[in-house]
């Protein structure tokens, strides 16, 4: 791949390979090489991403077992990340054979390879900050999710997720008040009618503070 086409790529994705031909082997499908190719890399990218998602949103929704298992469903599907793909332009730098149509399946298959290559480039903080660069915005409800936007920052300035302490004020009609803090040091605090709408301020002020500097 040309060095200005890796740069192009590198840049839309928002990650540097240090091992370029990682980057190669992520975007090359089996009809283009029928050896080296994005399949082994494509399983276990698909692995990373139920965990990532998984684990993400155990840390920051309150749901049940059922309502997890929905909206993991609805984030790590094949329509989803064909889209993200398509809107970033990232199925353009796939090598194909040339009577190759680019289906969505190729197209998820795609955003999992990366997300593989990447991990092993970098290790897993990297491969989060990938995820939530392109799914974040996808895990909020109705409300701005600044819990998703800080996280994505956090995890790929520091390799780690904030820590929230939040607790009920009841001498303060029951509201909630949420500290984070990012190395243990306090980055934000909010009150909110629940203790997620606390955590949410508490977030937001982090946000607009990191994204100040």
Not at 31 to 52: C, K, V, W
Not at 56 to 75: A, I, P, Q, S, W
Not at 129 to 158: H, M, P, Q
């Amino acid at each position: 791949m040309e060095k200005q086409k890796i740069a192009e790529i590198e840049k839309i994705i928002g990650y540097t390979f240090k091992d370029k031909a990682g980057l190669e082997l992520a975007l090359t499908h089996s009809s283009f090489d029928g050896e080296r190719n994005y399949e082994r890399l494509e399983f276990f990218g698909d692995s990373i991403l139920d965990f990532a998602v998984a684990e993400y949103l155990m840390k920051n929704f309150d749901l049940d077992e059922g309502k997890m298992t929905e909206k993991r469903k609805n984030l790590v599907n094949k329509k989803l990340l064909a889209q993200v793909v398509t809107e970033n332009s990232i199925d353009k730098f796939l090598k194909t054979s040339a009577n190759i149509v680019k289906s969505d399946k190729m197209k998820s298959s795609v955003f999992e390879s990366l997300t593989a290559a990447i991990y092993y480039d970098a290790g897993m903080s990297e491969a989060y900050a990938f995820i939530l660069r392109f799914l974040g915005r996808y895990f909020a409800d109705e409300e701005t999710d600044y819990k998703s936007r800080l996280n994505e920052i956090v995890i790929k300035k520091f390799g780690e997720y904030p820590v929230y302490e939040s607790y009920e004020e009841k001498e303060k009609n029951g509201r909630f008040f949420s500290r984070v803090t990012v190395k243990g040091k306090s980055r934000g605090e909010g009150y909110g009618e629940s203790k997620r709408q606390a955590e949410q301020a508490a977030a937001k002020a982090a946000f607009e503070r990191f994204d100040k500097n």
